[in-house]
């Protein structure tokens, strides 16, 4: 293991768990914006919060792992199948021309309507997470890091993502007092 898998693997932990978090705050709202992805029969939707409650667990979960090394491996293949899925309903409704959807992602990564763009990021975590399960981040000559290298990787990883999500906040308020402003005026 080396400082980069490190990072990276702190960097999907946190993505994952603060979109659950957000998620699990929002649930309502969650259920509202996945049942307008209209993927779900109709006879399945009354299994709708069942299953995205699984969902968000595993989310969750696999943010956990990440954060084991001895784990490491099995939350990168959760993080690969749940990238997938995401992947798959955004470009099903893409397919069909409907854009004026909320992607549901949540925490860190914010919602936005879906696009190919959201697409776009996903393969860029889906090959993130092919590299750490493949190992061909491991750098031979990087001794395993010790136990306090890695600990203050992952607090300083984990810091930098939340001083970067309260900063995303931070112009997501400011853009709407100006627009609350200009409607007052």
């Known amino acids: 293991m080396n400082i980069i898998e490190v990072i990276i693997r702190c960097i999907l932990s946190y993505i994952f768990i603060s979109s659950a978090i957000t998620k699990l705050f929002n649930y309502d709202e969650h259920v509202r914006i996945v049942k307008n992805y209209k993927l779900t ?3 399945f939707i009354q299994f709708i919060g069942f299953i995205l409650t699984v969902l968000i667990l595993s989310e969750i979960f696999t943010g956990a ?3 084991i090394n001895q784990w490491a491996n099995l939350a990168s293949f959760m993080c690969l199948g749940l990238l997938i899925l995401y992947t798959l309903a955004i470009i099903a ?3 069909r021309n409907r854009v004026d959807i909320s992607c549901g992602c949540g925490g860190i990564l914010g919602n936005h309507n879906i696009s190919w763009s ?4 996903n ?5 993130l997470a092919v590299l750490l399960i493949s190992g061909s981040l491991k750098i031979t000559n990087i001794s395993l890091l010790s136990l306090d290298i890695y600990v203050s990787t992952i607090i300083l990883t984990y810091i930098s993502m939340f001083i970067y999500n309260c ?4 112009l997501a308020i400011n853009k709407k007092v100006k627009m609350l402003k200009e409607t007052t005026q």
């Open 123 to 127: 393969f860029v975590l889906v090959i």
């Open 118 to 121: 959201l697409v776009v990021r």
């Open 65 to 67: 792992l990440f954060l």
């Open 93 to 95: 409704n893409l397919l």
């Open 167 to 170: 900063c995303l906040n931070i």
């Open 41 to 43: 029969p109709r006879k």
